[in-house]
């Protein structure tokens, strides 16, 4: 099919550095070639299996992997990260700030753990778009793209599963609990490109992953002969004709039979084969189970893995609602501290972190004002960014806001610079270029530039 | 708890900007010029406020613009007054920072947006050295006709040049080809250059949006698909007036039609479509036997139309519409009242004017219900506009509409329709409290239709509930949005596609593929009082809607046009279903009693493992174009290794059929999943698989849950 080769190759070779910066009206829209009727099928996910199970070699990156930790809601930038301490009462964090392992960097009395893992992480404080709703606000840090009506982008999950391929039986992109981030927009979910490059989602009861074995009462046998009854009996019916969405189907069919035939990959989604003390390590909270999960996925051949953690959406009594865990639906800092640490300190034991580019962000930060009801809103022209491992050097603050956690004072990043960094850790060039299921030729970014001061 | 204000933010930055600017009204030369009419579309032109750029709702560098010019006079008074007047300079106009800038004289991140020696440059210059007059203060663009409203370009090299006239307020014209924006719908299709230049590229059919001076006109592309033949037709005369519509675009755009389709195809898609379900086995037998019988599909479709199953379904189907979501003694009095009127087909109009003017107990009212959509007048309103106006209103939130005619005004005079309803005491309640404010100048506005499209009501009491002018309004008969939204969704439920997509974004801006077939059912649906059933059973009487799916060389590429039936994915209830009724085995919902089907289920709330993994439609935002959570590999994981769908195979029909002989228990699960007997290849394959008695009823499962899981059935084809 014609479709492979278009939205195989890219049009171009890469673009250096210098040149990815973008005019501000966005988009160039480029001549491109109508490739023929075959093109309005894209990509079909079954296609990419096959063709990238060969063009997975080369990568000279060091980052194998990711694991995305998302605050959604929108953290708090003055009361995690970007502490003020000398602004007025009205602004500062009730909370104390802390010394960290990077001499004269101080964080939240809550995150002391943190503080203790400092020296692996780089910390932007400069983070800044325009976007403050949840979902736009979600789409643009995911995807890297303003969100527009007329196209739907991919987001980073899906284009490391698209470029990484299923080259093992573990899926490339994984999402616990579900990659329904941003309220229920589909921010983390494939965009343009085939539904089949969305994330696999464990489910909100990571102790039951359910399906990964035969029903009971049916033998391996017996499984190898449904499977081969399906198989001969979708080639017998020529009623449902294949096209892009039979395609999906057909493809998840495929991934799904992958994972139920590997041991390994079934192994890393129980959790119960961890030992009680690297379990206590990690925390009993659910964003402590996720990122223990989400080592284990990363162990096991997946490549990106998006860890959801709800309820930072802190409207009100922000200073009840993120320390203490005997408040309603809260408790986020200190079960916070531990996942994160705990996962940067296991990474570096098992010699993991400097393949796994370790993210944590949520989509904007909050209102440096304190409200009526004594929460943040939100605020996305300031928040703060972690990253540690896959190549970034730690121990080091990237950008500052002003006295009041208002706005950047220096070295701002946006959205696309995050996405572009995060995409070329990974050994992804962002000026890559594939096409809609229309045939248009689209980069993997419009926009953004590498944060050199990272490496 | 997430904050439901959504795009609040980005209103709160354009209101705090406010203030009186001061207009210079006389030109220096006398000339008639207007900075809204003739300056400022320069710079929309250049990009200069473009939402990516000085467009944006904080600006860009310093410096804001309203987005894309819809604010004339907040422009001028940035441009010409703002930071001391430093970006302009009247003594040396080329010195002005607007120009340097523009120009890329000046560091800009922008570029060069200007060339200096660019006519546009010129009558920027020449307007700064007359000191920048304003112009007439009510001089603006009334409205703007692009030319030719139709493009037809035969050869995929072809190129057509569109003519942009913009009427004036003051009754003269204007040539602003150059100075219009435009944009492609789908630039796999057509591209158009800056200068209104449209270059066909592939075939299809599509529309250019044009913009000017805070106006919107489209022209649409048809690009076609073959050399056009004289004989096209397919092999089955019209049958109604749908297909002659159809056929005819068919024709004109050289795309071959499929057949009509067969019996089995055919029952299995109207039974699926009118009732939720499959066909039963004997149903099938029935209906292939029937073969001297003319009028079998019309009869069919009737009797379908006539039954319990169609009421259910479509209740589904409204309920889903309306984001029916909640739980409780109120939720059933709603969706009673909502069944009720699918049960009795009242006119729609009926039904939405009482959901509109709806108050009182929400157990007793329960229509009253739809009031606990949103709390925000402003929230409530996009609702609405989204549901029964087919209109994405919320962009005029915070800035005129940039792809349709709503301003700001519209939008909050809309929304104050909505501002005296109070929710206290189990009930819904007019209010003599609640207003919905201008976000700039703060004044509270009286309530106002949509747009222009509508007159303000006459009487502003205190008394009487605003709401029914606004339902009177919605749904009489000249209102130009309120049926085609239903009847462009109805055909969607039916045919897989809009006549407009997306079915709730009817702009002027994104025209139909078929403008006349909708006007013609939207007139139909109109003098048949808005009868729900009418349209639908029109439409399952179209040869377009009986067409086979199955495409023939030359339309597989058509996806607009209807040449071949598009496949439909089973929904996820009607899924559920389907599974339970081929293996005999029900589906079990807590506090329902048995028997009930997925599709009756009033709330998406109900607790369902297996719905929940499936994707079903929460109701909470529209399901019509985001796809749902679930799906992917977790479904056919769960459809591979699933306990539910494991139980059912061996509780269900595997065990009745055992006594059966092989090729009569092919025949009967084909029947029942599939609604067509095996071809012969299928029936020998799977005889013999069966032939080994003592493994039979293993066997049995084994096959039906292939059938469960394969492609075939998995779609409405």
């Given at each position: 099919?014609?479709?492979?080769q278009?939205?195989?190759?890219?049009?171009e070779?890469?673009?250096?550095l210098?040149?990815g910066?973008?005019?501000?009206?966005?988009?160039?829209?480029?001549?491109?070639?109508?490739?023929?009727?075959?093109?309005?099928?894209?990509l079909?996910?079954?296609?990419?299996?096959?063709?990238?199970?060969q063009?997975?070699?080369?990568?000279?990156?060091?980052a194998?992997a990711?694991i995305?930790?998302?605050?959604d809601?929108?953290?708090?930038h003055?009361?995690t990260?970007?502490p003020?301490?000398?602004?007025?009462?009205?602004?500062?964090s009730?909370?104390q700030?802390?010394?960290?392992?990077?001499?004269?960097?101080?964080i939240c009395?809550h995150?002391?753990?943190t503080?203790?893992?400092?020296h692996?992480?780089?910390?932007?404080?400069?983070l800044?778009?325009?976007?403050?709703n949840?979902?736009t606000g979600?789409?643009f840090?995911l995807t890297?793209?303003?969100?527009?009506?007329?196209?739907?982008y991919?987001?980073m999950?899906?284009?490391?599963?698209?470029e990484y391929?299923?080259?093992?039986?573990?899926?490339?992109?994984?999402?616990?609990?579900?990659?329904?981030?941003?309220?229920d927009?589909?921010?983390?979910?494939?965009?343009?490109?085939p539904?089949?490059?969305?994330?696999?989602?464990v489910?909100p009861?990571?102790?039951?992953?359910?399906?990964?074995?035969?029903?009971?009462?049916?033998?391996?046998?017996?499984?190898e002969?449904?499977?081969?009854?399906?198989r001969?009996?979708?080639?017998f019916?020529r009623q449902v004709?294949e096209?892009?969405?039979t395609?999906?189907?057909?493809?998840?069919?495929e991934?799904?039979?992958?994972?139920?035939?590997?041991?390994?990959?079934?192994?890393?989604?129980?959790?119960?084969?961890?030992?009680?003390?690297?379990?206590?390590?990690?925390?009993?909270?659910?964003v402590?189970?996720?990122c223990?999960?989400?080592?284990r996925?990363?162990?096991a051949?997946?490549r990106?893995?998006?860890v959801?953690d709800?309820g930072w959406?802190?409207?009100q009594?922000?200073?009840?609602e993120?320390?203490d865990s005997?408040?309603?639906?809260s408790?986020k800092?200190?079960?916070?501290?531990?996942?994160?640490?705990?996962?940067?300190?296991?990474?570096?034991?098992?010699?993991l972190?400097?393949?796994?580019?370790?993210?944590?962000?949520?989509?904007f930060?909050?209102?440096?004002?304190?409200?009526?009801?004594?929460?943040?809103?939100?605020?996305?022209?300031?928040?703060?960014?972690?990253?540690?491992?896959?190549?970034?050097s730690g121990?080091?603050?990237?950008?500052?806001t002003?006295?009041?956690?208002?706005?950047?004072?220096?070295?701002?990043?946006s959205?696309?610079?995050l996405?572009?960094?995060?995409?070329?850790?990974?050994?992804i060039?962002?000026?890559?270029?594939l096409?809609t299921?229309?045939?248009?030729?689209?980069?993997l970014l419009?926009?953004g530039?590498?944060?050199?001061?990272l490496v | 708890?997430?904050?439901?204000?959504?795009?609040?933010?980005?209103?709160l930055?354009?209101?705090?900007i406010?203030?009186?600017?001061?207009?210079r009204?006389?030109?220096a030369s006398?000339?008639?010029?207007?900075?809204?009419?003739?300056?400022l579309?320069?710079?929309?032109?250049?990009?200069?406020?473009?939402?990516?750029?000085?467009g944006?709702?904080?600006?860009?560098?310093?410096?804001?613009?309203s987005?894309?010019?819809?604010d004339?006079?907040?422009d001028?008074?940035r441009?010409?007054?703002e930071l001391?007047?430093?970006?302009?300079?009247?003594?040396?106009?080329e010195?002005?920072?607007?120009?340097m800038?523009?120009?890329g004289?000046l560091?800009?991140?922008?570029?060069?947006?200007l060339?200096?020696q660019?006519?546009?440059?010129q009558?920027?210059?020449n307007?700064?050295?007359?000191?920048?007059p304003?112009?007439?203060?009510?001089?603006?663009?009334s409205?703007?006709?692009?030319?030719?409203?139709n493009?037809f370009?035969?050869?995929?090299t072809?190129?057509?040049q569109?003519?942009v006239?913009?009427?004036?307020?003051d009754g003269?014209k204007?040539?602003?080809t150059?100075?219009?924006l435009?944009?492609a719908?789908?630039?796999?299709?057509?591209e158009?250059?800056?200068g209104g230049?449209v270059?066909?590229?592939?075939p299809?059919?599509?529309?250019i949006?044009?913009?000017?001076?805070?106006q919107?006109?489209?022209?649409?592309?048809?690009i076609?698909?073959?050399p056009?033949?004289a004989?096209?037709?397919s092999?089955?005369p019209?049958r109604?007036?749908?297909?002659e519509?159809v056929q005819?675009?068919?024709?004109?755009l050289?795309?071959?039609?499929?057949?009509?389709?067969?019996?089995?195809?055919?029952?299995?898609?109207?039974?699926?479509?009118?009732?939720?379900?499959?066909?039963?086995?004997?149903?099938?037998?029935?209906?292939?036997?029937?073969?001297?019988?003319?009028?079998?599909?019309?009869?069919?479709?009737?009797?379908l139309?006539?039954?319990e199953?169609?009421?259910?379904?479509w209740?589904?189907?409204?309920?889903?519409?309306?984001?029916?979501?909640?739980?409780?003694d109120?939720?059933?009095?709603?969706?009673?009242?909502?069944r009720?009127h699918v049960?009795t087909?009242?006119?729609?109009d009926?039904?939405v004017r009482?959901?509109?003017?709806?108050?009182?107990?929400?157990?007793?009212v329960?229509?009253?219900?739809?009031?606990?959509?949103a709390a925000d007048?402003?929230d409530?309103?996009e609702?609405?506009?989204?549901?029964?106006?087919?209109s994405?209103?919320?962009?005029?939130?915070?800035?005129?509409h940039?792809?349709?005619?709503?301003?700001?005004?519209?939008?909050h005079?809309?929304?104050?329709?909505?501002?005296?309803i109070?929710?206290?005491?189990?009930?819904?309640?007019?209010?003599?409290?609640?207003?919905?404010?201008h976000p700039?100048?703060?004044?509270?506005?009286?309530?106002?239709?949509l747009?222009?499209?509508g007159?303000?009501?006459?009487n502003?009491?205190?008394?009487?509930?605003?709401?029914?002018?606004?339902?009177a309004?919605?749904t009489?008969?000249?209102?130009?949005?309120?049926?085609?939204?239903?009847?462009n969704?109805l055909?969607?439920?039916m045919?897989g596609?809009?006549?407009?997509?997306p079915?709730?974004d009817l702009?002027?801006?994104?025209?139909p593929?078929?403008p006349?077939?909708?006007?013609?059912?939207v007139?139909?649906?109109k003098?048949?009082?808005?009868?729900?059933?009418h349209?639908?059973r029109t439409?399952?009487f179209s040869?377009?809607?009986?067409?086979t799916?199955?495409?023939?060389?030359?339309?597989?590429?058509?996806?607009?046009?209807?040449s071949h039936?598009?496949?439909?994915?089973?929904?996820?209830?009607?899924?559920?279903?389907?599974?339970?009724?081929?293996t005999?085995?029900?589906?079990?919902?807590?506090?329902?009693?048995?028997g009930?089907?997925?599709?009756?289920l009033?709330?998406?709330?109900?607790?369902s493992?297996?719905?929940?993994?499936?994707g079903?439609?929460?109701?909470?935002r529209?399901c019509?174009?985001?796809r749902?959570?679930?799906?992917?590999?977790?479904?056919a994981?769960?459809?591979?290794?699933?306990a539910?769908?494991q139980?059912?195979?061996?509780?269900g029909?595997a065990?009745?059929?055992?006594e059966l002989?092989p090729?009569?228990i092919?025949?009967e699960?084909?029947?029942?999943?599939?609604?067509r007997?095996?071809?012969?290849?299928?029936?020998?394959?799977?005889?013999?698989?069966l032939?080994?008695?003592?493994?039979?009823?293993?066997?049995?499962?084994?096959l039906?849950w292939?059938?469960?899981?394969?492609?075939?059935f998995?779609?409405n084809?």
């Amino acid at each position: 099919m014609n479709s492979h080769q278009s939205s195989e190759t890219s049009a171009e070779g890469p673009a250096p550095l210098a040149q990815g910066r973008q005019r501000c009206d966005g988009i160039s829209r480029r001549d491109f070639v109508y490739l023929g009727m075959l093109s309005a099928f894209g990509l079909s996910l079954s296609d990419a299996i096959r063709l990238q199970a060969q063009s997975n070699s080369g990568r000279t990156a060091k980052a194998k992997a990711c694991i995305l930790i998302w605050l959604d809601g929108g953290p708090s930038h003055l009361d995690t990260f970007d502490p003020k301490p000398e602004a007025p009462s009205e602004i500062r964090s009730q909370f104390q700030s802390i010394p960290t392992r990077i001499p004269g960097v101080h964080i939240c009395e809550h995150l002391p753990r943190t503080a203790a893992v400092m020296h692996e992480v780089a910390l932007i404080r400069s983070l800044t778009h325009e976007l403050g709703n949840h979902d736009t606000g979600t789409r643009f840090l995911l995807t890297g793209h303003r969100p527009t009506p007329s196209l739907e982008y991919p987001s980073m999950g899906s284009i490391v599963a698209h470029e990484y391929g299923f080259t093992t039986p573990m899926p490339p992109y994984i999402a616990i609990p579900s990659d329904s981030a941003g309220g229920d927009s589909n921010a983390a979910r494939s965009g343009y490109l085939p539904g089949g490059f969305s994330a696999f989602n464990v489910g909100p009861d990571f102790s039951r992953l359910g399906g990964l074995t035969l029903p009971e009462g049916v033998s391996i046998a017996r499984g190898e002969r449904r499977r081969d009854i399906l198989r001969k009996m979708d080639q017998f019916s020529r009623q449902v004709e294949e096209g892009p969405a039979t395609g999906d189907r057909d493809a998840y069919y495929e991934q799904a039979y992958r994972l139920m035939g590997s041991s390994k990959a079934k192994d890393a989604f129980d959790l119960a084969a961890e030992t009680r003390e690297n379990r206590d390590r990690y925390g009993p909270s659910r964003v402590g189970s996720g990122c223990l999960m989400a080592r284990r996925l990363i162990e096991a051949g997946a490549r990106f893995v998006t860890v959801v953690d709800t309820g930072w959406d802190t409207h009100q009594q922000i200073f009840k609602e993120l320390p203490d865990s005997r408040f309603p639906g809260s408790g986020k800092l200190p079960s916070l501290d531990r996942a994160y640490s705990a996962l940067i300190a296991d990474l570096r034991d098992r010699g993991l972190l400097d393949s796994t580019l370790v993210v944590l962000m949520g989509e904007f930060g909050r209102t440096p004002k304190i409200n009526a009801i004594g929460g943040r809103d939100h605020w996305p022209r300031a928040g703060c960014v972690c990253l540690a491992g896959g190549g970034v050097s730690g121990g080091r603050v990237i950008g500052a806001t002003n006295s009041f956690g208002e706005v950047p004072s220096e070295r701002p990043v946006s959205p696309p610079d995050l996405m572009f960094t995060i995409l070329q850790l990974l050994g992804i060039d962002p000026s890559r270029e594939l096409r809609t299921p229309t045939g248009r030729p689209m980069k993997l970014l419009q926009e953004g530039s590498f944060i050199q001061e990272l490496v | 708890m997430k904050c439901s204000s959504k795009l609040l933010w980005s209103c709160l930055v354009v209101t705090l900007i406010s203030g009186t600017p001061r207009l210079r009204s006389q030109s220096a030369s006398g000339s008639s010029e207007s900075f809204r009419t003739s300056i400022l579309p320069l710079l929309t032109k250049a990009g200069c406020n473009s939402g990516a750029c000085h467009g944006a709702a904080t600006g860009q560098a310093g410096f804001k613009l309203s987005l894309l010019g819809y604010d004339p006079v907040e422009d001028y008074e940035r441009i010409t007054r703002e930071l001391g007047a430093r970006r302009v300079d009247f003594e040396h106009p080329e010195t002005s920072l607007l120009l340097m800038k523009a120009s890329g004289s000046l560091d800009h991140e922008g570029g060069s947006r200007l060339k200096r020696q660019s006519p546009e440059f010129q009558r920027l210059k020449n307007w700064l050295t007359r000191g920048a007059p304003f112009g007439p203060a009510n001089l603006e663009v009334s409205s703007i006709q692009v030319g030719p409203s139709n493009l037809f370009l035969p050869a995929l090299t072809n190129h057509a040049q569109l003519n942009v006239t913009a009427q004036l307020s003051d009754g003269s014209k204007q040539d602003v080809t150059s100075l219009a924006l435009y944009t492609a719908n789908d630039d796999a299709v057509a591209e158009v250059s800056k200068g209104g230049q449209v270059r066909a590229v592939g075939p299809g059919l599509t529309s250019i949006m044009v913009r000017y001076g805070g106006q919107v006109d489209a022209a649409r592309v048809a690009i076609p698909f073959q050399p056009t033949k004289a004989s096209n037709r397919s092999d089955f005369p019209a049958r109604n007036v749908i297909d002659e519509h159809v056929q005819a675009e068919l024709e004109r755009l050289g795309v071959p039609p499929s057949p009509l389709s067969g019996d089995a195809e055919f029952l299995r898609r109207v039974t699926l479509d009118l009732t939720g379900r499959l066909p039963t086995a004997s149903r099938v037998r029935e209906f292939l036997a029937e073969t001297n019988h003319p009028t079998k599909r019309e009869l069919l479709i009737d009797q379908l139309i006539g039954t319990e199953d169609f009421v259910n379904y479509w209740t589904m189907h409204l309920a889903d519409l309306l984001l029916l979501n909640g739980t409780g003694d109120n939720t059933a009095a709603y969706f009673n009242w909502l069944r009720g009127h699918v049960a009795t087909n009242t006119p729609f109009d009926q039904v939405v004017r009482e959901l509109i003017t709806a108050q009182g107990n929400l157990t007793q009212v329960g229509p009253a219900n739809f009031w606990l959509l949103a709390a925000d007048p402003r929230d409530l309103s996009e609702h609405v506009g989204r549901i029964f106006l087919g209109s994405q209103i919320a962009c005029a939130r915070c800035h005129t509409h940039p792809a349709d005619r709503w301003t700001q005004e519209d939008y909050h005079r809309f929304a104050a329709y909505f501002a005296r309803i109070g929710r206290e005491a189990g009930g819904i309640h007019l209010t003599q409290r609640g207003v919905v404010e201008h976000p700039k100048t703060g004044k509270p506005l009286s309530p106002k239709p949509l747009g222009s499209l509508g007159t303000t009501p006459d009487n502003a009491s205190q008394e009487q509930d605003p709401r029914i002018h606004l339902a009177a309004w919605m749904t009489s008969a000249d209102n130009p949005l309120f049926a085609r939204t239903i009847v462009n969704r109805l055909w969607k439920w039916m045919l897989g596609r809009g006549l407009v997509e997306p079915v709730d974004d009817l702009r002027p801006t994104n025209p139909p593929t078929h403008p006349v077939l909708l006007e013609v059912l939207v007139a139909d649906f109109k003098r048949h009082g808005f009868n729900l059933r009418h349209t639908v059973r029109t439409i399952a009487f179209s040869g377009t809607y009986q067409r086979t799916s199955h495409t023939t060389s030359g339309n597989a590429a058509d996806t607009q046009l209807y040449s071949h039936a598009h496949l439909k994915p089973l929904v996820v209830p009607v899924f559920a279903d389907a599974v339970a009724q081929v293996t005999g085995v029900d589906n079990v919902y807590q506090s329902y009693p048995p028997g009930t089907r997925a599709v009756q289920l009033m709330s998406p709330a109900t607790p369902s493992t297996e719905l929940d993994v499936l994707g079903r439609c929460l109701r909470k935002r529209s399901c019509e174009t985001v796809r749902t959570a679930g799906g992917g590999v977790t479904l056919a994981l769960h459809l591979i290794n699933g306990a539910n769908l494991q139980s059912k195979l061996q509780t269900g029909v595997a065990l009745e059929l055992r006594e059966l002989s092989p090729p009569r228990i092919v025949e009967e699960l084909y029947l029942r999943a599939l609604g067509r007997p095996p071809e012969p290849h299928e029936l020998s394959e799977w005889a013999s698989l069966l032939q080994p008695a003592n493994d039979r009823t293993e066997l049995i499962q084994d096959l039906l849950w292939a059938l469960l899981n394969s492609r075939e059935f998995a779609w409405n084809h």
